[in-house]
């Protein structure tokens, strides 16, 4: 959560200088907002580089001197046009120092020119810079937000409010994709990560990555549980900070900025914000990638340890496209990924899925097929029921989470249900924080079902695969969970005949004084 006050009004002075200068396609604001933060951050990266193989080179022998060689992002000439330009006239300090109508030229001609360049340089971001479009149509528009980004000092924050600004940015995003995909409230990937309990050594996944935020939580976790207890803070959401991991191997570390995280995305902006979002949090170069998981050319299997995601609901996709590596016949986007992650986990690796409602009951034979996977070729560990309001103003549609392991389960085994009812927001369209908040005890009941100790909460139901079966794989905690029955006491019949009396005669009397009037 981004608390500085100074730097929430700059982010939403940008916004509006953004709307108001003709860009309100919020995707389109954001991805034009992450070039320029971009731009900004690699020539402070550049110098940080140059500063420390400087440091290097006065401190250590002429050997080590010499393997210190640094080469700047802007050393050398490119072309453009026919015409031979320094590099170094694409630094942030350079040609943010321009009159309006030549920065814009400069920017769209030169610098993005640049960006579309680098390659594999600097991080994965700049892997996905090569249909990067620059569309800020004004100068004056260019220059105020240039301005804002720079009175934000970015490089100046630590990683915790690199990340929490962008976040914020992020937040932005209020309406759905056309392919089904919309924001996940931060909270509950929180849960989501929470409840696996990913470890540095872990590989995680997300294939339907978005804006990468499953991701970025499952990052942060892995920090808190490393990080000293008297080092870290917490925010009124009950986020943490002073993320500095001080119990994790320095070896493992670079592990975990580097490899320990994949996801893939088949819209290209998403890509890039997500790519950024992981790069302002910390993470170095993270396996973020162009790609659709659902096609032929994806070809990834058992690669995975744990898997977290919020697959698109009733997405499109090409029939003739889809991977013939799925056993499920259907065209259903949530149901395949479904399948498509169960291939993706190791033996023994674990995922938390959100998934729409029709998935736990629907009749249909992929609907089955893949609740069979689930019960019967997995370890179907827990299913937590939300309510239908956790993703508004986005989506109306009730949901679920399925917490599986890829292990050969018993014939016939427990299943933990859920049913949270609040999550500590209101469930209508304004999303106003309230007291009711069912997660900590979903993080406690998960922890416990471990000792299958009879709970105490009436939210917590048991069901046996057996039943399950019975059921058709039906899912849905409604079919389950026991019904009450509340003691009702009625009055007596002379005293509703009574009161049925009195109310036709204040009928006699109403109409009455109604006929006088006419």
């Excluded at 320029?36 to 080590?64: G, Y």
């Excluded at 009950?238 to 991991?245: E, S, V, Y």
Aim: hydrophobic content about 40%; charged content about 30%; aromatic content about 8%.
């Amino acid at each position: 959560m981004l608390t500085d006050a100074s730097l929430k009004s700059k982010v939403d002075s940008l916004w509006s200088r953004f709307w108001s200068g003709g860009i309100s396609n919020p995707l389109t604001a954001i991805e034009q907002m992450s070039y320029l933060i971009f731009l900004k951050r690699l020539e402070d990266i550049d110098n940080a580089k140059a500063a420390a193989v400087k440091r290097r080179k006065a401190s250590s022998s002429a050997e080590a001197s010499a393997k210190a060689e640094f080469k700047s992002l802007f050393s050398g000439k490119m072309d453009v046009g026919g015409r031979k330009i320094d590099k170094e006239k694409c630094r942030w300090s350079y040609w943010s120092q321009l009159s309006g109508d030549e920065m814009l030229r400069h920017v769209r001609d030169v610098v993005f020119e640049f960006l579309r360049n680098l390659g594999s340089e600097t991080s994965s971001f700049t892997q996905h810079m090569e249909d990067a479009m620059f569309s800020i149509p004004k100068a004056s528009l260019l220059q105020e937000a240039v301005k804002i980004i720079d009175d934000m000092h970015i490089s100046e924050q630590n990683i915790d409010v690199q990340g929490d600004l962008y976040e914020y940015l992020l937040g932005q995003l209020s309406t759905a994709g056309k392919n089904g995909q919309f924001r996940t409230p931060r909270h509950i990937i929180r849960m989501l990560a929470k409840l696996m309990d990913p470890q540095p050594r872990e590989r995680v996944c997300d294939p339907a990555a978005g804006t990468a935020g499953f991701l970025v939580a499952a990052y942060e976790h892995m920090l808190e549980t490393n990080t000293s207890k008297d080092i870290l803070t917490y925010d009124e959401e009950g986020k943490a900070h002073n993320l500095i991991g001080d119990k994790i191997d320095p070896k493992l570390h670079k592990f975990l900025k580097s490899q320990a995280l994949s996801g893939y995305d088949f819209d290209a902006t998403m890509v890039r914000m997500g790519a950024m979002n992981l790069m302002l949090h910390g993470v170095d170069n993270p396996n973020f990638r162009y790609a659709d998981a659902l096609s032929k050319q994806f070809n990834e299997r058992q690669c995975y340890d744990v898997i977290l995601a919020n697959p698109p609901f009733k997405g499109s996709i090409d029939e003739s496209d889809i991977n013939p590596r799925f056993g499920v016949k259907t065209k259903k986007t949530e149901l395949l990924f479904i399948e498509l992650i169960y291939g993706l986990l190791e033996s023994g690796g674990r995922a938390a899925v959100i998934v729409p409602d029709g998935v736990l009951f629907g009749t249909s034979n992929a609907h089955q097929d893949v609740r069979k996977i689930l019960v019967d070729k997995c370890t179907l560990d827990g299913i937590v029921s939300m309510p239908s309001g956790v993703f508004k103003p986005y989506a109306g549609v009730s949901t679920a989470v399925l917490l599986f392991t890829k292990a050969v389960p018993e014939k016939e085994y427990d299943v933990w249900f859920y049913d949270m009812q609040a999550d500590g927001f209101s469930l209508d369209d304004k999303r106003q924080k309230i007291a009711d908040n069912d997660i900590p005890d979903v993080l406690k009941e998960w922890t416990a079902r471990k000792t299958k100790q009879k709970s105490k909460s009436k939210k917590v139901v048991w069901v046996n695969t057996k039943d399950i079966r019975a059921n058709k794989y039906d899912l849905s905690i409604s079919r389950y969970k026991p019904v009450e029955h509340k003691a009702v006491n009625y009055e007596k019949p002379e005293v509703l005949m009574d009161k049925v009396m009195m109310l036709e005669e204040e009928i006699v009397e109403y109409m009455k004084n109604i006929k006088k009037k006419i």
